[in-house]
């Protein structure tokens, strides 16, 4: 079947009343047959039917064999860095969230763990950047905000010569877009409340193993720290697989004729979108994403922070708010918003400008948002012009 099909078929129907859409069991205790002894549920924090559904769910579609629901991105990201023990050493790439970065230099440091931002692209670099006692390697592929592509195959066969952990956030490809786990990755980590939630109505995170063992490991830690989604929040999750690949094309669709536009446009230096065969990497994301995803970065020509910022407050289909991956378009000053974390000193080790500019292209007709985001553009550097002639 096809992927679109199999997710529709594999969300399962209500046994005991014949609902097609799953039940929210909205239950924080289950009764005991006998003490010990249950129908498969205890108390939610350790399980309950409609998450058990999303994490199936999301394990199958990502290929692997165990899925585990978070409260949100960071505590899925902060379960995986939970494998980690005193002393023990990550690589990460040198452009990714900037709450990523915040969780690696302030509580996983603090708890023993240190992290080299080195450049995933070089080979060389990974090498020289392993020591004696590093565990995991960290990478986001497309990253964020400049949306480079990292070869995950390549990646994996460095960590498995050195039997170091490979987690690949997959937030911005989806599960429909890329598929880490066989592409080499032990796991893989989605801020669902991205394209998977879609609709910018949940927080939640995701993780999937490639084993049992190491399912079971994070299984472990998410009963043990308890940071578990909600009930009606995993069935939000559901809904929203129900239609993911629909979207994510659509998404990619609409951001590609949107990175087309700014490539052309004279007030505009530089465009990051990996659909567009300028892009340094675009062969490596055709070969192994199905789709570009909704996510356009690009630097203003000036690359200037006030233009930057009178651009993004002056569109009106494009909303000036943190997040991404929703139906309706959004704007974003990386500098100051999403990376605002990661300090000032680092930004150009990241590639953060103070002109930077990200977009997270919705479901609008794409001819209405290329016209807002022009005539942003033409007004705020028409502005600019009559302020200098002055």
């Given at each position: 079947?096809?992927?679109?099909?199999?997710?529709?078929?594999?969300?399962?129907?209500?046994?005991?009343?014949?609902?097609?859409?799953?039940?929210?069991?909205?239950?924080?205790?289950?009764?005991?047959?006998?003490?010990?002894q249950?129908?498969?549920?205890?108390?939610?924090?350790?399980?309950?039917?409609?998450?058990?559904?999303?994490?199936?769910?999301?394990?199958?579609?990502?290929?692997?064999?165990?899925?585990?629901?978070?409260?949100?991105g960071?505590?899925?990201?902060?379960?995986?860095?939970?494998?980690?023990?005193?002393?023990?050493?990550?690589?990460?790439?040198?452009?990714?969230?900037?709450?990523t970065?915040?969780?690696?230099?302030?509580?996983?440091?603090?708890?023993?763990?240190?992290?080299?931002?080195?450049?995933?692209?070089?080979?060389?670099?990974i090498?020289?950047?392993?020591?004696?006692?590093?565990?995991?390697?960290?990478?986001?592929?497309?990253?964020?905000?400049?949306?480079?592509?990292?070869?995950?195959?390549?990646?994996?066969?460095?960590?498995?010569?050195?039997n170091i952990?490979?987690?690949?956030?997959?937030?911005?490809?989806?599960?429909?877009?890329?598929?880490?786990?066989?592409?080499?990755?032990?796991?893989?980590?989605?801020?669902?409340?991205?394209?998977?939630?879609?609709?910018?109505?949940?927080?939640?995170?995701?993780?999937?193993?490639?084993?049992?063992?190491?399912?079971?490991?994070?299984?472990?830690?998410?009963?043990?720290s308890?940071?578990?989604?909600?009930?009606?929040?995993?069935?939000?999750?559901?809904?929203?697989?129900?239609?993911?690949?629909?979207?994510?094309?659509?998404?990619?669709?609409?951001?590609?004729?949107?990175?087309?536009?700014?490539?052309?446009?004279?007030?505009?230096?530089?465009?990051?979108?990996?659909?567009?065969?300028?892009?340094?990497?675009?062969?490596?994301?055709?070969?192994?994403?199905?789709?570009?995803?909704?996510?356009?970065?690009?630097?203003?020509?000036?690359?200037?922070?006030?233009?930057?910022?009178r651009?993004?407050?002056?569109?009106?289909?494009?909303?000036?708010?943190?997040?991404?991956?929703?139906?309706?378009?959004?704007?974003?000053?990386?500098?100051?918003?999403?990376?605002?974390?990661?300090?000032?000193?680092?930004?150009?080790?990241?590639?953060?400008?103070?002109?930077?500019?990200?977009?997270?292209?919705?479901?609008?007709?794409?001819?209405?948002?290329?016209?807002?985001?022009?005539?942003?553009?033409?007004?705020?550097?028409?502005?600019?012009?009559?302020?200098?002639?002055?």
């Amino acid at each position: 079947m096809k992927e679109q099909t199999r997710i529709l078929q594999s969300i399962p129907v209500d046994e005991t009343t014949g609902a097609v859409s799953v039940p929210i069991y909205q239950t924080t205790t289950f009764v005991h047959d006998y003490p010990g002894q249950h129908k498969g549920y205890d108390y939610t924090r350790s399980g309950n039917p409609t998450r058990q559904v999303l994490e199936k769910l999301i394990a199958e579609l990502e290929q692997g064999t165990t899925g585990a629901a978070f409260a949100s991105g960071m505590a899925a990201i902060d379960a995986v860095l939970r494998l980690l023990h005193l002393g023990d050493h990550v690589i990460a790439g040198n452009d990714i969230y900037g709450g990523t970065y915040r969780l690696l230099t302030t509580l996983a440091k603090r708890a023993g763990v240190e992290t080299t931002f080195v450049d995933l692209h070089d080979p060389d670099a990974i090498e020289d950047a392993i020591q004696n006692n590093t565990k995991l390697l960290w990478l986001e592929t497309p990253s964020n905000p400049l949306l480079r592509i990292i070869d995950i195959a390549a990646v994996s066969k460095i960590t498995k010569k050195h039997n170091i952990l490979l987690a690949a956030d997959n937030t911005f490809a989806s599960p429909v877009g890329q598929k880490p786990l066989a592409l080499g990755a032990d796991i893989v980590v989605h801020s669902a409340t991205k394209y998977i939630g879609g609709h910018s109505d949940v927080i939640s995170g995701l993780v999937v193993t490639k084993t049992e063992e190491l399912g079971k490991e994070i299984l472990f830690v998410q009963n043990a720290s308890g940071g578990v989604l909600s009930p009606f929040e995993s069935w939000l999750l559901i809904r929203g697989l129900e239609t993911l690949e629909l979207r994510v094309k659509q998404h990619s669709e609409n951001a590609l004729a949107v990175a087309k536009f700014l490539e052309t446009h004279s007030d505009v230096k530089e465009v990051f979108y990996p659909g567009l065969k300028s892009h340094p990497h675009h062969a490596l994301a055709k070969s192994q994403q199905k789709y570009f995803s909704g996510v356009v970065s690009f630097r203003l020509k000036d690359d200037d922070q006030k233009t930057a910022a009178r651009v993004v407050t002056s569109t009106k289909l494009f909303k000036l708010a943190e997040s991404l991956g929703g139906i309706k378009s959004l704007i974003n000053h990386p500098a100051t918003m999403t990376h605002a974390s990661i300090p000032k000193d680092r930004h150009a080790d990241f590639g953060i400008s103070d002109g930077l500019i990200r977009l997270s292209v919705g479901l609008e007709d794409a001819e209405d948002l290329i016209e807002d985001l022009d005539n942003a553009l033409k007004q705020v550097y028409a502005e600019i012009e009559e302020h200098q002639s002055v």
